[in-house]
T-cell receptor, first 115, second 111 residues
Framework: GAVVSQHPSRVICKSGTSVKIECRSLDFQATTMFWYRQFPKQSLMLMATSNEGSKATYEQGVEKDKFLINHASLTLSTLTVTSAHPEDSSFYIC???????????FGSGTQLSVL | DAKTTQPPSMDCAEGRAANLPCNHSTISGNEYVYWYRQIHSQGPQYIIHGLKNNETNEMASLIITEDRKSSTLILPHATLRDTAVYYCIVGRSSNTGKLIFGQGTTLQVKP
């Protein structure tokens, strides 16, 4: 099946620093990618929709200045958690849709721990 | 997007079929039924999706009722590696593209 690569898989950072997470579609082009967040023992929560060449669309309650999304090419979207705090510690997962299909594929996730 | 209702947990004996139910009574005509699963600390894995007809692939079968208000995911011969959280999601991926996850069913396959 299609592969979505997410990097890094795990990151530990100090409070106040910024962290960038990359999401790449390896064998297909993705005009749209999605970012989710998951807290322990909870389901995935959609944060934003990343559109190639345009601004991301954020879900209600998600701070766009806190979670910067850039989708500069058809195969790469990045999520930057700015000025991270311990409450931002979570499992972040990206996904990408194969164009003209109904299938959505997910990356392996990034575990962010903010100290 | 229509909401789904799934039992929070189920057990299944290894080698037996696992039948995971999902209710989606408010599904609209152009919405698909998707099934994903998530093994601990990994990203969700696509299993199968369907609109009206039953679907089968190498992983599972999807049975959708005629009124489309419910569906069942069938893992024909469950193995220990099938232990995971299974999510039933209703949506139209190619329109808005986003899929909203519910709480899912934790399937425990036991030896």
């Amino acid at each position: 099946g299609a592969v979505v690569s997410q990097h890094p898989s795990r990151v530990i950072c100090k409070s106040g620093t910024s962290v960038k997470i990359e999401c790449r579609s390896l064998d297909f082009q993705a005009t749209t990618m999605f970012w989710y967040r998951q807290f322990p023992k909870q389901s995935l929560m959609l944060m934003a929709t990343s559109n190639e060449g345009s601004k991301a669309t954020y879900e209600q309650g998600v701070e766009k200045d806190k979670f910067l999304i850039n989708h500069a090419s058809l195969t790469l979207s990045t999520l930057t958690v700015t000025s991270a705090h311990p409450e931002d510690s979570s499992f972040y997962i990206c996904s990408a849709r194969i164009q003209f299909t109904e299938k959505l594929f997910f990356g392996s996730g990034t575990q962010l721990s903010v100290l | 997007d229509a909401k789904t209702t799934q039992p929070p947990s189920m057990d299944c004996a290894e080698g037996r079929a696992a039948n995971l139910p999902c209710n989606h009574s408010t599904i609209s005509g152009n919405e698909y039924v998707y099934w994903y699963r998530q093994i601990h600390s990994q990203g969700p894995q696509y299993i199968i999706h369907g609109l009206k007809n039953n679907e089968t692939n190498e992983m599972a079968s999807l049975i959708i009722t005629e009124d489309r208000k419910s569906s069942t995911l069938i893992l024909p011969h469950a193995t220990l590696r099938d232990t995971a959280v299974y999510y039933c999601i209703v949506g139209r991926s190619s329109n808005t593209g986003k899929l909203i996850f519910g709480q899912g069913t934790t399937l425990q396959v036991k030896p």
